[in-house]
DNA sequence: GCGTGGTTCAATCGATCGTTTAAAATGCTT
DNA sequence: AAGCATTTTAAACGATCGATTGAACCACGC
């Protein structure tokens, strides 16, 4: 029932979708979502809790990134390797395949913050920030801690954009249909892009230190 | 009447405004819209495009920008001034001051798609980005079409994405509430981030070129 | 077999939704 | 001032919303 209610809420949003709907895909009574959770929002918080969960389990294990001792033993190549993985989970969390109500459930909180928008940025958003944080500034010692979090927006900004445009990027790309390889593809720009922003970043803030001086 | 429409579409999303609370923000009789314009769809398609043309035509005045010739014809630091403005420009269209609804609006058709969107994409993303394009394909003349298309996603995605990001960026950044200069402080740091970005998709695409030949 | 606690069900509640109706109010021409 | 078209209004319509009810159902200990 939590798992209709998921791709419901995801795919219609949480005032765009009636309990019924929700009962009839789950094939249950209307009034079962009552007698377990209490009311509708209440449905939606638990569907959306559950699904975090079980998304949190699966990013532990694929995620897994070096200590910050072994992070410094790392060769640039290795870093900047580490950097693009990292990009691609992003990417694949939020756009898939599979093709799974993460994601669209986080761009809606964006529009409509609920109770579940705190816990998923806490639970989800801080963990990558920190780990994006940690690999960036291998690459940028130079960089103070709110140039960093920018930074780390800077590439966490483009991943999420094109999870949003995901409607009309065929129309800005002037194509029929996305191409199969089009994680790929924007995980390898994204990347690279990233990697000359840190660097002119890295540079500025080295000019800026050099100049205080 | 379609003013008050915009503000609640922006601010309940579509599904989330009745008629009811536009007549009454707008101080007329709930038949008042029906008689007018046929439906809630309707009202809603009418307050978006009288909303957006209104920004057309100020976006329009503000966005001024040299013709290609002329582009052809200044320096390297006009053209990343130029770049800058542009940054600004959308950061302001987006985020205000004053707080528009056309931000909230575009947001929300990206998570559920009206007959309006294609409208929006093409009298205000489009332009927008051909603008982009003229100014990135002078700082990096070696990029093809797809990837000069990419580096402009790369920039209005930081700009959107901080955007979206509006409800949790206090959270994020740990602070208590963005400063006054958090619009100047962010185009600033986009467009230094983009010109390392641009520079090395220039770099990798000249590269390419050179390994072909 | 029978009662008991937990669960599901069809049926229904009042509230509110978008929409419609017909009468009242308004503006404009003559 | 009268006549007519346009606009606004209060009231109501059927549909559907989230939520509730009480009976039916099921598994289990005795």
């Not at 290795?78 to 093709?99: D, H, K, N, V, Y």
């Not at 109770?115 to 780990?131: G, H, I, N, T």
């Not at 927006?153 to 199969?180: C, E, K, N, T, Y």
């Amino acid at each position: 029932m939590l798992e209709a209610a998921s791709e419901l809420f995801a795919e219609r949003g949480f005032a765009g979708t009636t309990i019924r709907e929700i009962a009839q895909r789950a094939k249950v009574n209307v009034a079962t979502g009552h007698y377990h959770f209490g009311s509708k929002l209440e449905i939606y918080l638990e569907a959306v809790s559950a699904q975090f969960a079980a998304l949190d389990a699966r990013l532990a294990v694929e995620g897994a990134q070096p200590s910050p001792e072994d992070l410094e033993r790392l060769s640039r190549a290795a870093i900047e390797s580490l950097l693009e993985r990292q990009i691609r989970t992003m990417l694949e969390f939020l756009i898939g395949p599979p093709p799974a109500p993460h994601g669209a459930i986080m761009q809606r909180e964006m529009c409509d913050p609920s109770e579940a928008l705190p816990m998923m940025v806490r639970e989800l958003v801080l963990p990558q920030k920190r780990k994006l944080r940690a690999i960036v500034s291998r690459l940028a010692p130079s960089l103070g801690s709110r140039e960093l979090d920018r930074c780390c927006f800077s590439m966490v900004g483009q991943v999420f954009f094109f999870r949003q445009m995901l409607p009309i990027l065929p129309l800005l790309f002037d194509l029929p249909a996305l191409p199969a390889s089009f994680v790929a593809d924007t995980a390898d720009h994204i990347t690279a892009f990233a990697l000359g922003g840190i660097a002119a970043a890295e540079r500025r803030a080295a000019a800026r230190r050099r100049a205080r001086a």
